[in-house]
């Protein structure tokens, strides 16, 4: 036997053996996602993170789902008498919310189990694995703050822009009460919906704020991609800010200050994003340092003192991402402006990589730190 | 030849026929539908109201869009040697919104190009027929109210449940002015976002107020299948309205006062929906005249005046459907509520069915006459 094949043969009985005793090892207590439509029992989820799904598709010649381990090419369902295809992952996802779409005979299709998100530049479904920590963007029996869409004239553009608006529980009731602002970016292929839909920011928020955690503020959401981001390799080489930050600093700040009870000064507004928005926020924070005092950059990069310098100093700068994205470069980031002299504090999500339970945490550990008088 | 074999040809002659005409005065302008997923360039529409369609799935056996002309079930696509599949309607679609999906080797999936829209119970793909008279719903350069999404506690149903609420232009600044409601309700298996979404209530609420024709006045638009109605033959004959009037009437409306400045007195209250919800509206404000003074049925069904005798008179009632619904059904009732003394008024939206499009007019027709000092 030639060692080529010995290492073949090691392969083949390792990954069968593998295989057993994770067949062995999935818990039979898979419940519908939190995210399917109305009345749809699949996707579903089992206490360990897998997931499994089914669709009907009784002509079809195969079906693959995009979610599975990272980098083994998802899930393939395989074909039941009854004209469902069902599959499991084969492993555990990552705790949180996951993106994902079918293939089905070589065309892209949405699983009608599940809600959609948009993310990749279109609405995808979308599934949640409960996470350890999720009570903190649950849905409770707490006041609601809104989520108001609004349309902000843009001349800059030539068009109508819609912006999502958190106002926190009690806005209405308190009419001399004025808030700070947040503006808070979603990354690349996603839209203005991300934070909200996906995000759960308005409960977050919510949660927070009857624990009496923080001092209740604004947010503001828009859409970021005004410089038409293609994607592929070097999207970002060509990234020009100028159009997205006169949209936002010339047209969307003083359309919000005029139209809600906000706080209109530097002091009282923080700008951060996640990923793309992260990179938009550092642009434009360093490009008006006059208008933000607080920065946050979730999985999106960070900021060394040299950027900062002889500019107006912020009064914090939060950097984060998921223990699977680059941690050391985060704290490395934040140790180096603690020594310059910063404000800033750095986040490490455990267990997550560039997903959204990343950025529900980030919001979480940002919000009390904003705005402290 | 037997008669069978002559109507048979005949048949087959006819639908060559007919076919060959159809193909020959296709209009190839084909664009866009406004409803689009960003980017997408299918499905498409023509200056005639056709609609193409254009889906990639490579390997699938067969195709077909439920959208077509009624009865006639759909729209077969055919494979090209792209892996794409095409197919145009095989007439003209009436003017206005449609929900369809795709059947794709026998399983039901959204067409990838549209966004999502929910109806029959589930988030449908759809599709925009642009109308002769679609300029009383176009996004322009007018002031813009907003749209709120509110959470309100529900002890009756143990849930914190969803509205959303149309505020119009001004309502932020102006703090002292208090404003009428109208509760308007989506139809069955559609859900509180429906009038936001494919009824694009704000944006005829904008443009009424723009030109001046109507008082501002809020929109509350909630979910109203809390009776948990199937489809299906007898489906509303076990129809109850006491959970959903329960939510309306004792949950929500009194959390809007709260929440909202409302001009919170019955002379200020309205109630409308469209379809089931025009049944619900009909049933509430029979139960609860104390309530409401405005009531309006959209392809919802009609009042009679014995229905109405000795209770509460309403101010207004607004009878409307389709021209191609039951017309002589809302005319005749109109009729009959102005003979008994009633203020009553119907509106037939021309050339529509059951959708959207009659609801969008029925609701610009409506606003105009609703809370007249």
């Excluded at 949640?128 to 001349?155: C, M, R, T, W």
């Excluded at 995000?199 to 991609?225: E, R, S």
């Excluded at 080489?237 to 706080?263: C, G, M, N, W």
Aim: aromatic fraction near 12%; proline fraction near 6%; charge should be neutral.
């Amino acid at each position: 036997m030639k060692p080529k094949c010995l290492l073949a043969l090691l392969a083949v009985t390792c990954a069968s053996s593998l295989c057993m005793a994770q067949t062995a090892s999935i818990a039979e207590d898979f419940k519908p996602s939190t995210f399917n439509q109305p009345g749809q029992e699949y996707p579903q989820v089992n206490s360990q993170g897998y997931a499994r799904f089914r669709i009907k598709a009784p002509q079809s010649d195969s079906i693959k789902v995009s979610l599975g381990l990272g980098g083994r090419g998802g899930t393939k369902l395989t074909k039941g008498a009854d004209g469902f295809w069902t599959g499991t992952t084969e492993g555990p996802m990552d705790e949180g919310f996951h993106y994902y779409h079918l293939t089905i005979d070589g065309g892209v299709f949405n699983d009608p189990g599940t809600l959609n998100f948009y993310g990749s530049t279109r609405w995808e479904s979308g599934i949640e694995i409960p996470a350890h920590d999720q009570d903190f963007y649950a849905l409770k029996d707490v006041p609601h703050g809104n989520v108001q869409q609004i349309l902000f004239p843009s001349k800059s553009t030539n068009t109508q822009r819609r912006a999502f608006v958190y106002t926190p529980p009690g806005y209405e009731k308190d009419k001399s009460k004025k808030y700070p602002v947040l503006y808070l970016q979603h990354g690349w292929g996603e839209d203005e919906t991300a934070w909200s839909n996906q995000g759960h920011a308005n409960l977050i928020m919510d949660n927070l704020i009857a624990t009496g955690k923080i001092q209740p503020f604004i947010i503001v959401m828009t859409y970021g991609m005004t410089n038409d981001v293609k994607p592929g390799p070097g999207a970002f080489k060509s990234f020009k800010i100028d159009h997205f930050q006169t949209v936002l600093t010339d047209e969307l700040i003083p359309y919000v200050d005029a139209s809600f009870r906000t706080r209109a000064d530097r002091a009282h507004r923080a700008m951060g994003g996640l990923s793309m928005g992260g990179m938009e926020t550092h642009m434009i924070t360093l490009n008006k340092p006059e208008l933000f005092a607080y920065y946050a950059l979730l999985s999106g990069g960070t900021y060394s003192p040299d950027e900062l310098k002889d500019k107006t100093k912020p009064k914090l700068i939060f950097i984060s991402c998921g223990s699977k994205e680059r941690p050391d470069g985060v704290k490395n980031a934040v140790v180096a402006l603690k020594g310059a002299g910063y404000d800033a504090v750095s986040y490490i999500s455990e267990n997550t990589a560039h997903e959204f339970l990343t950025w529900r945490r980030s919001l979480y550990e940002l919000a009390p730190l904003l705005f402290k008088e």
